[in-house]
């Protein structure tokens, strides 16, 4: 069974910095795009920065230069870097995890999320 576990938000204060983590572990075989999403209340889920098994990444173009995604390919581990962060940078962060497993089924799987919340 697949498990994706997330850590590292909390509450800061506008201009600081967070750090998320995103672990999966199970079945796997392995793992091609892994990404971070955010859904703020009322709105849609949106794609905040997504890196590619060879290390290509994209980010969403309001946190271009401030946020940084990576990957830990021995670790199945996503990482995403949020500095000079914003009150709108205010949501539930979701990690996502593509790839296969052991017995050659495709996934994509979602961590349980993490609040960020950016406050003075």
């Known amino acids: 069974q697949l498990q994706l576990v997330e850590s590292g938000g909390g509450l800061v204060q506008p201009g600081g910095s967070l750090r998320l983590s995103c672990v999966a572990s199970g079945s796997i075989f392995s793992i091609n795009a892994m990404g971070w999403y955010r859904q703020a209340p009322g709105e849609q889920r949106e794609l905040v920065a997504a890196i590619t098994s060879g290390g290509s990444a994209k980010y969403l173009d309001s946190v271009k230069g401030r946020f940084a995604i990576s990957r830990d390919n021995a670790q199945n581990t996503v990482y995403l870097q949020m500095n000079s962060l914003k009150p709108e940078d205010t949501a539930v962060y979701y990690c996502?995890?593509?790839?296969?497993?052991?017995?050659?089924?495709?996934?994509?799987?979602w961590g349980q999320g993490t609040q960020v919340t950016v406050s003075s």
């Open positions: 996502n995890v593509q790839g296969a497993t052991m017995e050659g089924r495709l996934f994509g799987s």
